[in-house]
């Protein structure tokens, strides 16, 4: 009974190529969250979707770009691929806007 | 958001109370203060968050100080599986909840 799950856990693939991952909660929450936490260990805020619509958008680079097809997922596509994007990025979900439901993390790695 | 400081890691022992503390000097009065902790490998967890009063809950406490300038969290018996990075995060409700560098805290046997 996975409140935020996250595909896939582990992802490895070389610069340049496309990938996607992806993000469903199965929570009824009406807002849903992308953030990256780099190789220092800093958590940072990439994206947040509110019923379906970007709300908040950290000057992430136009290589992200992010999918909400409906309220319980918000995937992650991410075009040509370079070295510094490799992280691990957490999807999270939230009812109350301070109260997030993170997932167990989708871990990147660019060679 | 206010900024918040925070010691970069502290121990304590197995089954003591762990108190965390966190200045937020320049907290307005609409923000909150939310706790979160990460521990190794896993999502950030949601702990508990106040806006004046103390707050409690099966995880822990949240002490506040009048002028809220400041607050500490309490983990009132500290176990081993509560080893993890604890984040305090002044928030102002709206959909941008920021993460700083956190405290590392080590429970030890």
């Known amino acids: 009974d996975t409140a935020v799950s996250q595909t896939p856990k582990y992802l490895v693939t070389q610069m340049g190529n496309d990938k996607s991952i992806k993000c469903e909660q199965n929570l009824g929450h009406d807002t849903m969250y992308w953030y990256k936490q780099d190789s220092k260990k800093f958590l940072k805020i990439m994206f947040s979707y509110n019923n379906k619509e970007l709300i908040i958008n950290e000057t992430v680079p136009n290589r992200f770009s992010p999918k909400s097809p409906d309220k319980a997922h918000l995937n992650l596509h991410i075009n040509s691929l370079e070295l510094g994007d490799s992280a691990v990025y957490f999807c999270?979900?939230?009812?109350?806007?301070?109260?997030?439901?993170f997932g167990e993390g989708s871990r990147l790695t660019v060679l | 958001d206010a900024k918040t400081t925070q010691p970069t890691s502290m121990d304590c022992a197995e089954g003591r109370a762990a108190n965390l503390p966190c200045n937020h000097s320049?907290?307005?009065?609409?923000?909150?203060v939310y706790w979160y902790r990460q521990i190794h490998s896993q999502g950030p967890q949601y702990i508990i968050h106040g806006l004046k009063n103390n707050e409690t809950n099966e995880m822990a406490s949240l002490i506040i100080t009048e002028d809220r300038k400041s607050s500490t969290l309490i983990l009132p018996h500290a176990t081993l599986r509560d080893t993890a990075v604890y984040y305090c995060i002044v928030f102002r409700g709206d959909y941008k909840l920021s993460f700083g560098a956190g405290t590392t805290v080590t429970v030890r046997a």
């Open positions: 999270a979900s939230s009812l109350h806007t301070g109260e997030l439901f």
């Open positions: 320049t907290i307005s009065g609409n923000e909150y």
